[in-house]
């Protein structure tokens, strides 16, 4: 069929020891002929054509191998689930323990520093393990538990936070007052579009939040922007950075599925710290509010509903047009419908409505409408009605009731090789690089 052919039996012989030197034969062939050929951006049709089939080939190979052997695997690569590594780790410790089973951090370096277009879409590969991964009940609900855990970053900056009680990053000032973490959203020259920055702030503040025992409640809200059409104006997210993904800098694993595995899912369930929990619940929660001016747009339409009450300005609107973009929303199409009705999820998703924050819609999206000038009033006044013991309480158990972590999983499986596979697409691609302002 291609170069590498016939390298591994159609089924894996069960051998783990046999099955991983037959993959790590295979992708190498594959690997040195893809070498040989032009740079994807450079490639023939004739050329297109055999990198695809490489590709495929490849693929439906590491598909066989992790059906048999998930699980052996992820042991491995966690020491019998003693070793809690997050995403980025355990796609690194896969690339050097299981080689041709996910690109090498040198093969995902050549890709970062291409365009969105010009890449060797390797990313679907690691969307292939994580969604084997994510799969298996043992080894995905182990690997959720250990992105629920504090970043190092977090932890590093903790004791100087907890002086202070301030910290100010590149996408979000947090700020400790009167027992709320107050967390601006402020990237102003972007309208807080989300990148891999964002993300790494983002759950930086949220792992300093739930870490400091002063904190009993939080609070999300954008800053003032200085873009020209803005200037001046709050606004709370624009959602996906779409130049930074033209620019091929929206990665797979450090910004689209770590963004669900971290800030959004410790913003619902809290962290699980890591020390022995004895007999009490091991998250460590707090509730949130969110607070939406001007607008919320894709991602920042996706944070909404991971939030224990949230309060709009009359004039801002609501969108997840991922759809329209060729991407997929996040978790959304798991969470929109059961907030909304699957009729309004589908309009919203499919259809790219806007729902303004005056319309009767949007009291499924938020708690509270309140004029622009009167917004600060009705934040603090959240705040204060969340905080208490019983709120934490109660908030866990709806957490529990209205979202299964195995059901999270389940859909995150196959969100992984899903969006692995459309920011790769020509059509997102031609979107993308029309809103970059750059030929396809």
Same mark, same amino acid.
């Given at each position: %069929? ?36 032009? #740079? ?24 066989? =191998? ?17 070793? +809690? ?37 390797? &990313?679907?590969?690691?969307?292939? =393990?994580?969604?084997?991964? /994510? ?13 629920? @855990?504090?970043?190092? *970053? ?13 910290? !100010? %990053? ?6 400790? !007052?009167?027992?709320?973490? @107050? ?10 579009? &989300? ?6 702030? %983002? ?12 904190? !009993?409640?939080?609070?999300? *809200? ?40 971290? +800030? ?7 962290? /699980? ?44 609107? =609501?969108?997840?047009? $991922? ?11 798991? @969470?929109?419908? @059961?907030?909304?009705? $699957? ?31 009167? %917004?600060? #009033? #009705?934040?603090?006044?959240?705040? #204060?009605? /969340? ?16 979202? *299964? ?23 997102? /691609? ?11």
């Amino acid at each position: %069929m291609t170069a590498v052919a016939g390298v591994l039996p159609a089924a894996p012989s069960g051998d783990l020891r046999a099955d991983r030197a037959g993959l790590a034969a295979a992708a190498g062939r594959g690997d040195r002929r893809l070498a040989e050929l032009p #740079a994807p951006a450079g490639r023939t049709a004739a050329e297109r054509a055999e990198a695809g089939a490489i590709h495929e080939e490849l693929r439906l190979l590491r598909a066989g =191998f992790l059906a048999a052997h998930t699980d052996r695997v992820y042991d491995e690569l966690t020491a019998g689930r003693t070793r +809690y590594l997050s995403l980025a780790e355990l796609v690194d410790a896969a690339s050097r323990a299981f080689p041709g089973l996910v690109p090498t951090t040198a093969q995902l370096a050549a890709e970062r520093a291409a365009r969105q277009a010009d890449k060797e879409t390797r &990313e679907i590969d690691q969307g292939i =393990f994580l969604r084997a991964v /994510l799969g298996s009940p043992v080894a995905g609900r182990h690997l959720i538990d250990a992105m629920l @855990r504090p970043t190092p *970053r977090a932890l590093e900056l903790l004791p100087a936070f907890r002086a202070t009680g301030e910290l !100010r %990053m590149t996408a979000v000032h947090l700020e400790r !007052r009167d027992g709320v973490a @107050r967390l601006t959203l402020c990237r102003d020259d972007c309208l807080n579009a &989300e990148d891999e920055v964002q993300v790494d702030d %983002m759950e930086t503040a949220v792992d300093l939040a739930l870490l400091d025992p002063e904190i !009993r409640v939080g609070l999300v *809200r954008g800053g003032p922007m200085s873009h020209p059409r803005y200037r001046g104006r709050r606004v709370f997210s624009a959602g996906i950075n779409l130049k930074k993904l033209a620019a091929g800098d929206i990665p797979l694993v450090g910004f689209l599925l770590r963004r669900e595995l971290g +800030y959004l899912h410790k913003l619902l369930r809290g962290l /699980l710290p890591g020390e022995p929990a004895g007999w009490r619940p091991a998250a460590r929660a707090k509730p949130w509010v969110a607070a939406v001016d001007t607008f919320a747009i894709g991602g920042g339409t996706q944070m909404l509903l991971v939030f224990d009450h949230v309060i709009a300005a009359a004039d801002a609107y =609501f969108s997840l047009p $991922a759809a329209t973009e060729g991407i997929v929303p996040g978790v959304a199409n798991l @969470r929109f419908a @059961r907030v909304a009705g $699957a009729r309004t999820a589908r309009q919203v998703i499919l259809g790219g409505r806007r729902i303004h924050a005056t319309e009767p819609e949007a009291r499924l999206l938020v708690d509270e409408v309140a004029e622009p000038e009167r %917004m600060d #009033a #009705a934040i603090e006044r959240a705040l #204060a009605g /969340l905080d208490g013991e019983a709120v934490v309480a109660n908030r866990a158990m709806l957490a529990a009731g209205e979202e *299964r972590v195995d059901d999270l999983r389940a859909y995150l499986a196959e969100f992984a090789l899903c969006q692995a596979m459309r920011v790769y697409g020509a059509d997102v /691609l031609a979107k993308v690089n029309r809103f970059a302002g750059r030929p396809a």
